[in-house]
C-alpha cells in the first residue's frame, strides 16, 4: 500500500457520483452507530431475545430491532433513496414514488446476531440499486438483479469494526478510526486466491448435504501420504465473519440447498451483496449451479443456496453438480 492511499478515508478514496457518495454516507453513519450499539449492549442489556419473530420466523434480538431502525433512520434522511427492503421487515417500506435515478437499498441490519450473547463477531450487509426508470412499486423484484448493483458491502463489529465494499470496480477494505470517526483504507483492491485452503461449512448437516458438496468436502478433508488435509475447516454461524476471513486470506464458503431446505441464506439482501464482493474480487458465486448475480428475484425475502469463493473451487463444485 502507497503512502498516498494509506489511511485515506472512504469519499477521498472512492470516486462516486455526489448522490451515491451522499447516501454511501448515511450508510457509514448508521454502521457506526449500531457499531456504538453492539459494543454497548451488555451494558444496556440488548443481548437478549424479544417475544418478537422477523418475517422467516426467526426469534428478534433486541439488537436486531434497534439495527434495523438505525439503519432505516439514517437511510431516510438521503432524499433519493425511493425504498428499503430489510431482513427485518414483512413488506417494503417505500418512502417516495419511485423515479429515475433513485435508490433502493437492501439490508440485513444484524447479520448472525444469534452470536451476540457470546460475544462473538455480527455484521450489517447491504447493497445499493440505482433505478433506471420510474416504475409501478409491483415492478420492484424486477429491478433488483444482482449484477445491477451500483453499491454493496458489510460492516465487521468485532475487535474493531471494518468496511468491505465495492461499486463493481474493485473491493477495498476500510477500518473505523476511533479517535475521528471516520472509516480509513486498510486493504486496497482486495483479491480471493483462485485455490482454497479453507473451508466455511455446517457440518452438523453433513448427511443432509447434496451429494457434490459432500464429495467436495470429503475430498477436501481426505489426508494426503503424510495424512495431512489439503484444508482446514472453518464456521462462525455469522456470514460476515466466515467471508470476511474468505476476503483477506483466501477460502469457500458453503451453505448449499440440502434435503431440508431450498437454502438459508436470502437472496436480494444477504447473497446479492456478498457475490457482488466477491466476483469483483476475482472469485465465483453460485448456488451450485447458477451464478448468484444471475437469478431472478422472485420473493423479497427468498432464500437460496450458497457456494462462493475460490474460483477453482467453486467451478470444481459446479462440475460435480453437473455429474448428478
Request: with cysteine; aromatic share 8%; hydrophobic share 40%.
Amino acid at each position: 500500500m502507497s503512502a498516498k492511499t494509506q489511511g485515506m478515508t472512504l469519499t477521498e478514496f472512492s470516486d462516486l457520483d455526489p448522490d451515491l457518495s451522499a447516501l454511501v454516507l448515511h450508510i457509514l453513519e448508521a454502521c457506526k452507530a449500531i457499531a456504538a450499539q453492539v459494543r454497548h449492549g451488555a451494558f444496556q442489556r440488548d443481548r437478549g431475545s424479544t417475544n418478537r419473530q422477523n418475517v422467516h420466523g426467526d426469534t428478534q434480538k433486541h439488537l436486531d430491532i434497534i439495527a434495523n431502525d438505525l439503519f432505516t433512520g439514517h437511510c431516510r434522511k438521503s432524499a433519493r433513496v425511493a425504498a428499503l427492503v430489510s431482513e427485518e421487515e414483512h413488506e417494503v417500506i417505500w418512502l417516495k414514488a419511485p423515479e429515475e435515478g433513485d435508490f433502493v437499498v437492501c439490508f440485513d441490519p444484524l447479520d448472525g446476531s444469534s452470536n451476540i450473547e457470546v460475544g462473538m463477531c455480527v455484521g450489517t450487509i447491504f447493497s445499493v440499486f440505482r433505478l433506471q426508470q420510474a416504475l409501478e412499486p409491483s415492478d420492484l423484484k424486477s429491478a433488483l438483479r444482482g449484477r445491477d448493483q451500483v453499491f454493496a458491502g458489510y460492516a465487521l463489529y468485532g475487535p474493531a469494526t471494518e468496511l468491505i465494499v465495492s461499486d463493481g470496480s474493485q473491493v477495498d477494505g476500510y477500518c473505523l478510526d476511533p479517535d475521528d470517526g471516520a472509516f480509513r483504507l486498510i486493504h486496497p483492491d482486495i483479491r480471493i486466491e483462485p485455490r482454497s485452503k479453507e473451508v466455511a461449512i455446517n457440518a452438523s448437516r453433513r448427511t443432509l448435504w447434496p451429494e457434490p458438496v459432500a464429495r467436495y468436502v470429503d475430498e477436501c478433508f481426505w489426508p494426503d501420504e503424510k495424512g495431512l488435509a489439503r484444508c482446514n475447516m472453518r464456521w462462525t454461524a455469522s456470514m460476515v465473519a466466515d467471508i470476511h476471513r474468505i476476503m483477506l486470506r483466501g477460502g469457500i464458503f458453503l451453505y448449499p440447498q440440502d434435503a431440508q431446505s431450498s437454502g438459508r441464506l436470502r437472496l436480494v439482501y444477504e447473497l446479492n451483496p456478498i457475490a457482488f464482493l466477491v466476483e469483483t474480487a476475482g472469485g465465483k458465486a453460485t448456488d451450485g449451479r447458477h451464478d448468484i448475480l444471475s437469478l431472478e428475484v422472485e420473493d423479497f425475502h427468498q432464500r437460496n443456496g450458497a457456494v462462493l469463493g475460490a474460483k477453482e473451487d467453486v467451478e470444481e463444485i459446479r462440475r460435480l453438480y453437473q455429474d448428478f
